[in-house]
């Protein structure tokens, strides 16, 4: 029978759960740009009689510039054969699962192994339908996006006729001259390859434009507009586009006039300047022309359902023409809108082919087709298209409403009007689009059926594949991407991937992404009895509690009176388990059996969120410290003892100094000094005195006097003078006379004159007589 492990936490299902239960967090560490994290993942479906034995191990790295590392583990927990059977072979992983707010990022663009180009998708189907493409067909990476255009059919473009009368001919025909709409510069006072039309534009009202083309084919002739077919110009290598005028589009495909071909044409948005064009598409640009086809609305069969069109029982398409309804055509439906979490609007539509489904996903436009002005309503998707209500007969489409919500739509959906349904086919350009690109690899760079090379691997024979989609209610806002990996993992082994995440502009991730994806990684390491990792001992520091380091590491608070070390492993080992410390309010267990503290039904189910221990609430759930890699029995000593993750502090000074001081001051005293002084003086003296002057003076002194005077006196004076003199004068006097007379006089002389006359007399004579006579003359009368 199949099982679902899940790295989250196990589904909140179970009547017994009062609380979600996520996978127990085993411990975590950070360092520099980098965060680790181990946890234990659970059975989704429960209650269950499984076990699970899947550890998950998460390192993230900031590598800057938006692009973060992601290194991940799969491990498969051996079964200790105290506990019970084998742990099953694990055959299908997520070796990676995430997603975005659809909100955020609307668009998935998929590279391409065959193609530099990247590709939309559109619509993004709903989860639960399976969008699937195997990492083989990707260049190794996927991108979500803010807003993109996707890319419509190409519109055939007509050949002319060879004789250059300006006519156009089936490119069929022998003397046919097929169309190539490449741009081409200007002269220098005109160097873009467009510039404004101002005859037409004048004469039609209509901002029209005319581009150099580099061809020889001569066509005076443009396209007649449908309301089935927008015309969009696309530069395919930037994907900026132009959407042409409804009913001026193209006036001529390539007209020639005095050695020059040009294509004559007007933009829809009249403020469209003739730089936004140039900028759009320079010259060298080899024009694409597209059209938006009309939205395929579904067919029904009468009784509600869709059905295909080429079904037997196919009554038609539905058709959305707006009638009258009191008092409002357009109405907010406040239960729908409830459910969805986003404005839910229903308009009152003409009898037709009832349809009760929608389009939840897709977001549409609504052409009108019977106005002179062709008017556009956007929608953010269907949720009915036709909804017959049983107890009024009345039919209704139910959609969610775009900017301006029910009253801006009630401007749009008349009474009388009818509407074709289109793709609301737009968006940013892409160097206005922000994206995320997730770097899985590539069949290449993972090695696919052929396996890692690194030391201690085994092959990955299997493969993977991609899956996307909107998940579930729209109010969930979620768009889900993972990739699937298929292969085996047998107990003991471990799974390994290397990916990564970019953020950045979307024009900029094509080349980004590729720079990344050699870099990714996956292997199968399979555990072994050579010793590689790190060794840890585990030490009893106290009557309930133990602790634990590495092995060339000293725990100086050891328990004395019965002292026990148990040695184990940072990496899977054979005849090695993984060893957990469990909490359970009061009491305590350290060993291989996870569900040592959960019930113990007759039906074997496993409940690990419940603590079934006396006097301990229900509600009360363990928590799981993971400690490394352990023989079996080896730490029994510790089974009922308490970890506590500080019973080691660091009791000794570090061998070594600090190279670089302390950007803030110890609260207490280090015991071996810096070879450099702090930037902040500490806040006690030093036990031991410094073997160089501080930069700044301690705020207390130091129990213990320097063993050599400062090098430099201080820039201001004592407030308080020193009881014995110093061995070199301060550049200025004292404040207060010094008791004692100086050893040498000073270059200047004091501001008041000292209580006791100098040994030797002074280099100046004093302002100011002493109170008292000199025991030796000055060399100088005063």
């Given at each position: 029978k199949n099982y679902f492990i899940h790295q989250a936490g196990s589904y909140y299902r179970d009547p017994s759960m009062t609380k979600p239960w996520y996978s127990p967090f085993g411990g975590g560490f950070c360092s520099g740009n980098s965060c680790s994290a181990v946890s234990w993942s659970q059975q989704a479906h429960v209650s269950t009689t499984f076990n699970s034995s899947k550890l998950v191990f998460n390192r993230f790295t900031n590598c800057g510039d938006g692009v973060f590392e992601h290194v991940f583990s799969i491990h498969n927990m051996a079964t200790d054969p105290i506990v019970g059977p084998k742990s099953d072979t694990l055959d299908y992983f997520n070796t990676l699962w995430g997603g975005v707010r659809t909100s955020a990022f609307r668009d998935i663009v998929l590279s391409s192994s065959a193609s530099q180009d990247l590709a939309d998708v559109d619509p993004i189907p709903d989860f639960a339908s399976v969008g699937l493409v195997s990492v083989s067909q990707t260049a190794g990476f996927t991108v979500f996006a803010e807003y993109v255009r996707s890319d419509g059919p190409n519109y055939t473009l007509p050949c002319a006729d060879a004789s250059g009368n300006g006519s156009t001919v089936p490119c069929s025909n022998p003397s046919s001259v097929p169309l190539s709409l490449k741009l081409t510069a200007g002269g220098i006072s005109d160097p873009g390859p467009c510039t404004l039309n101002q005859s037409l534009t004048q004469s039609s009202g209509i901002f029209t434009v005319s581009c150099r083309l580099n061809t020889n084919a001569n066509i005076t002739t443009g396209v007649v507009y449908s309301v089935a077919q927008y015309l969009i110009l696309i530069n395919p290598h930037t994907k900026a586009y132009l959407y042409l005028h409804p009913f001026q589009g193209v006036i001529a495909w390539s007209r020639y006039i005095s050695g020059v071909n040009w294509f004559v044409f007007s933009p829809a948005d009249n403020s469209t300047t003739v730089a936004d064009i140039n900028a759009k598409f320079p010259a060298g640009t080899q024009l694409q022309v597209q059209y938006e086809p009309s939205y395929k609305l579904p067919c029904g069969d009468g009784s509600g359902a869709a059905v295909d069109c080429s079904n037997s029982t196919s009554i038609g398409q539905p058709t959305i023409s707006v009638i009258a309804n009191s008092p409002n055509v357009c109405e907010q439906s406040a239960d729908y809108t409830n459910l969805y979490g986003k404005i839910v609007a229903r308009c009152r539509i003409a009898p037709t082919v009832p349809i009760n489904s929608g389009d939840l996903y897709t977001q549409v436009s609504f052409v009108t087709n019977n106005t002179s002005a062709k008017l556009t309503y956007r929608s953010n998707g269907v949720l009915f298209w036709s909804y017959k209500d049983p107890s009024t007969n009345y039919t209704w489409i139910y959609l969610f409403t775009g900017d301006g919500g029910?009253?801006?739509?009630?401007?749009?959906?008349?009474?009388?009007?009818?509407?074709?349904?289109?793709?609301?086919?737009?968006?940013?350009?892409?160097?206005?689009?922000?994206?995320?690109?997730?770097?899985?690899?590539?069949?290449?760079?993972?090695?696919?059926?052929?396996?890692?090379?690194?030391?201690?691997?085994?092959?990955?024979?299997?493969?993977?594949?991609?899956?996307?989609?909107?998940?579930?209610?729209?109010?969930?806002?979620?768009?889900?991407?993972?990739?699937?990996?298929?292969?085996?993992?047998?107990?003991?082994?471990?799974?390994?991937?290397?990916?990564?995440?970019?953020?950045?502009?979307?024009?900029?991730?094509?080349?980004?992404?590729?720079?990344?994806?050699?870099?990714?990684?996956?292997?199968?390491?399979?555990?072994?009895?050579?010793?590689?990792?790190?060794?840890?001992?585990?030490?009893?520091?106290?009557?309930?509690?133990?602790?634990?380091?590495?092995?060339?590491?000293?725990?100086?608070?050891?328990?004395?009176?019965?002292?026990?070390?148990?040695?184990?492993?940072?990496?899977?080992?054979?005849?090695?388990?993984?060893?957990?410390?469990?909490?359970?309010?009061?009491?305590?267990?350290?060993?291989?059996?996870?569900?040592?503290?959960?019930?113990?039904?007759?039906?074997?189910?496993?409940?690990?969120?419940?603590?079934?221990?006396?006097?301990?609430?229900?509600?009360?759930?363990?928590?799981?410290?993971?400690?490394?890699?352990?023989?079996?029995?080896?730490?029994?000593?510790?089974?009922?003892?308490?970890?506590?993750?500080?019973?080691?502090?660091?009791?000794?000074?570090?061998?070594?100094?600090?190279?670089?001081?302390?950007?803030?001051?110890?609260?207490?005293?280090?015991r071996m000094p810096n070879k450099k002084p702090s930037k902040t003086p500490s806040r006690h003296p030093s036990k031991k005195p410094l073997k160089k002057p501080s930069k700044k003076?301690?705020?207390?002194?130091?129990?213990?006097?320097?063993?050599?005077?400062?090098?430099?006196?201080?820039?201001?004076?004592?407030?308080?003078?020193?009881?014995?003199?110093?061995?070199?004068?301060?550049?200025?006097?004292?404040?207060?006379?010094?008791?004692?007379?100086?050893?040498?006089?000073?270059?200047?002389?004091?501001?008041?004159?000292?209580?006791?006359?100098?040994?030797?007399?002074?280099?100046?004579?004093?302002?100011?007589?002493?109170?008292?006579?000199?025991?030796?003359?000055?060399?100088?009368?005063?």
């Amino acid at each position: 029978k199949n099982y679902f492990i899940h790295q989250a936490g196990s589904y909140y299902r179970d009547p017994s759960m009062t609380k979600p239960w996520y996978s127990p967090f085993g411990g975590g560490f950070c360092s520099g740009n980098s965060c680790s994290a181990v946890s234990w993942s659970q059975q989704a479906h429960v209650s269950t009689t499984f076990n699970s034995s899947k550890l998950v191990f998460n390192r993230f790295t900031n590598c800057g510039d938006g692009v973060f590392e992601h290194v991940f583990s799969i491990h498969n927990m051996a079964t200790d054969p105290i506990v019970g059977p084998k742990s099953d072979t694990l055959d299908y992983f997520n070796t990676l699962w995430g997603g975005v707010r659809t909100s955020a990022f609307r668009d998935i663009v998929l590279s391409s192994s065959a193609s530099q180009d990247l590709a939309d998708v559109d619509p993004i189907p709903d989860f639960a339908s399976v969008g699937l493409v195997s990492v083989s067909q990707t260049a190794g990476f996927t991108v979500f996006a803010e807003y993109v255009r996707s890319d419509g059919p190409n519109y055939t473009l007509p050949c002319a006729d060879a004789s250059g009368n300006g006519s156009t001919v089936p490119c069929s025909n022998p003397s046919s001259v097929p169309l190539s709409l490449k741009l081409t510069a200007g002269g220098i006072s005109d160097p873009g390859p467009c510039t404004l039309n101002q005859s037409l534009t004048q004469s039609s009202g209509i901002f029209t434009v005319s581009c150099r083309l580099n061809t020889n084919a001569n066509i005076t002739t443009g396209v007649v507009y449908s309301v089935a077919q927008y015309l969009i110009l696309i530069n395919p290598h930037t994907k900026a586009y132009l959407y042409l005028h409804p009913f001026q589009g193209v006036i001529a495909w390539s007209r020639y006039i005095s050695g020059v071909n040009w294509f004559v044409f007007s933009p829809a948005d009249n403020s469209t300047t003739v730089a936004d064009i140039n900028a759009k598409f320079p010259a060298g640009t080899q024009l694409q022309v597209q059209y938006e086809p009309s939205y395929k609305l579904p067919c029904g069969d009468g009784s509600g359902a869709a059905v295909d069109c080429s079904n037997s029982t196919s009554i038609g398409q539905p058709t959305i023409s707006v009638i009258a309804n009191s008092p409002n055509v357009c109405e907010q439906s406040a239960d729908y809108t409830n459910l969805y979490g986003k404005i839910v609007a229903r308009c009152r539509i003409a009898p037709t082919v009832p349809i009760n489904s929608g389009d939840l996903y897709t977001q549409v436009s609504f052409v009108t087709n019977n106005t002179s002005a062709k008017l556009t309503y956007r929608s953010n998707g269907v949720l009915f298209w036709s909804y017959k209500d049983p107890s009024t007969n009345y039919t209704w489409i139910y959609l969610f409403t775009g900017d301006g919500g029910v009253l801006w739509l009630r401007n749009y959906f008349v009474a009388g009007r009818s509407f074709t349904v289109m793709f609301q086919n737009e968006g940013k350009p892409w160097e206005q689009n922000m994206a995320l690109s997730t770097v899985h690899g590539s069949a290449a760079s993972l090695k696919e059926s052929i396996g890692g090379t690194a030391n201690g691997t085994m092959n990955v024979y299997g493969y993977t594949d991609l899956r996307y989609g909107v998940a579930g209610n729209p109010a969930r806002d979620f768009t889900v991407f993972t990739a699937r990996t298929f292969t085996t993992l047998t107990e003991g082994n471990t799974y390994v991937k290397r990916h990564y995440m970019i953020a950045d502009r979307l024009d900029r991730m094509a080349n980004r992404s590729l720079a990344w994806a050699n870099e990714t990684y996956q292997s199968v390491v399979s555990q072994s009895n050579i010793s590689v990792g790190q060794v840890i001992k585990l030490v009893r520091t106290s009557e309930t509690t133990f602790a634990g380091l590495l092995a060339n590491e000293t725990c100086y608070t050891a328990y004395t009176p019965a002292p026990f070390e148990c040695f184990g492993s940072t990496r899977p080992k054979i005849g090695y388990f993984a060893h957990f410390s469990i909490a359970c309010g009061t009491q305590d267990y350290f060993g291989t059996n996870r569900y040592y503290f959960a019930p113990k039904p007759s039906d074997q189910t496993k409940s690990p969120w419940i603590c079934n221990i006396s006097n301990v609430p229900n509600t009360t759930s363990p928590t799981y410290t993971f400690l490394g890699f352990f023989p079996s029995r080896n730490c029994s000593a510790l089974q009922n003892l308490r970890f506590d993750p500080f019973g080691c502090p660091d009791a000794q000074p570090s061998k070594t100094p600090s190279k670089k001081p302390s950007k803030k001051p110890l609260k207490k005293p280090s015991r071996m000094p810096n070879k450099k002084p702090s930037k902040t003086p500490s806040r006690h003296p030093s036990k031991k005195p410094l073997k160089k002057p501080s930069k700044k003076p301690s705020k207390t002194p130091s129990k213990v006097p320097s063993k050599t005077p400062s090098k430099r006196p201080s820039n201001k004076p004592s407030k308080k003078p020193s009881k014995k003199p110093s061995r070199m004068p301060s550049r200025k006097p004292s404040k207060i006379p010094s008791r004692h007379p100086s050893r040498k006089p000073l270059r200047k002389s004091s501001k008041r004159p000292s209580k006791r006359p100098s040994k030797k007399p002074s280099r100046k004579p004093l302002k100011r007589p002493s109170s008292k006579p000199s025991k030796k003359p000055s060399r100088k009368p005063s």
